[in-house]
């Protein structure tokens, strides 16, 4: 079954770097794809997700251009992503596991667009972001109604209260709360730094992503993903000043260190807050 989600994740990396490139050309994502060089259409059998750049030796059959990593990595990490969702939240006996599933691979989609669009272009896209904060606050309110319905596991459809937090159905256990919560607080600490820096420091992309960021992992989940993005993205920055690769006022995209950290406390949460306060416990 993770093999399956894991194809269907190079098939949809490869839709995903098409929006990437659209998005940043204002061109309609309908068509068939071409190779940004010489525009030429690519054949079908030249557009396999990872196989093909490996057959073609990363060159356009076409014009003998490099083709850019960034297509084969996205594939393949949209991929580990999808793999990660089907065996964390998929249930193919339990409808509750359809619907979290489904959830989960249309937000981490948009995530990895918002990631590799601001990478590329120190950008993050309002044409992803608002539909993303619009999936995002339609799924916790559907997740709360199931949950008060009692329908079957539907309690553990996102992951809100999956820090042990409470019982029941409690505020901070209600997904749109957790989320609200999550997010007004992502975004009022962003927007004093934005202030504060006057742009220096971050920008209000960032700040209005971390209201999604906030609906999607809820309180305190968001505070994990905040401390992950900072401390990743500080050892980057550390790393590219030492090779002389950038200067202290360079400026580098944070949106990828917020995703990343957004991933990671989606699937491992849990563990890693029972890891940090076990160094406590005697």
């Known amino acids: 079954m993770l093999i399956i989600f894991f194809?269907?994740?190079?098939?949809?990396?490869?839709?995903?770097?098409?929006?990437?490139?659209?998005?940043?050309?204002?061109e309609s994502l309908l068509g068939r794809s071409y190779c940004p060089h010489c525009k030429n259409q690519i054949r079908w059998y030249?557009?396999?997700?990872?196989?093909?750049?490996i057959l073609l030796k990363f060159r356009c059959r076409s014009c003998k251009k490099k083709i850019s990593w960034q297509y084969p990595l996205v594939e393949f990490f949209t991929g580990v992503i999808f793999a990660l969702i089907g065996s964390r939240f998929f249930d193919p006996a339990d409808m509750s596991g359809w619907v979290a599933?489904?959830?989960?691979l249309g937000i981490c989609s948009m995530l990895i667009v918002i990631f590799v669009y601001d990478a590329l272009y120190l950008e993050i896209p309002s044409l992803v972001l608002w539909p993303a904060i619009g999936w995002a606050v339609a799924f916790n309110l559907y997740f709360d109604w199931a949950s008060l319905g009692g329908l079957k596991g539907q309690e553990g459809l996102?992951?809100?209260?999956?820090?042990?937090?409470?019982?029941?159905?409690?505020?901070?256990?209600?997904?749109?709360?957790s989320g609200v919560l999550a997010a007004v607080a992502g975004f009022l600490f962003f927007f004093t730094l934005v202030a504060v820096s006057r742009e220096r420091w971050m920008g209000w992309g960032d700040a209005l992503l971390t209201i999604l960021l906030g609906l999607v992992l809820g309180w305190p989940q968001i505070l994990l993903a905040l401390f992950l993005a900072f401390a990743t993205g500080a050892f980057y920055g550390i790393i590219l000043i030492?090779?002389?690769k950038k200067?202290?006022?360079?400026?580098?995209?944070?949106?990828?260190?917020?995703?990343?950290?957004?991933?990671?406390?989606?699937f491992w949460a849990a563990p890693i807050v029972k890891w940090y306060l076990g160094i406590f416990i005697f």
């Open 7 to 26: 194809l269907f994740g190079l098939i949809i990396g490869s839709f995903l770097n098409v929006v990437v490139y659209r998005l940043n050309l204002a």
């Open 46 to 53: 030249d557009n396999i997700p990872l196989l093909s750049f």
């Open 101 to 104: 599933t489904f959830y989960y």
């Open 158 to 177: 996102g992951i809100a209260g999956g820090l042990g937090i409470g019982g029941g159905l409690g505020l901070l256990n209600m997904h749109i709360f």
């Open 242 to 244: 030492v090779l002389k």
């Open 247 to 266: 200067k202290l006022k360079s400026q580098l995209p944070f949106a990828p260190f917020l995703v990343l950290g957004t991933l990671v406390s989606i």
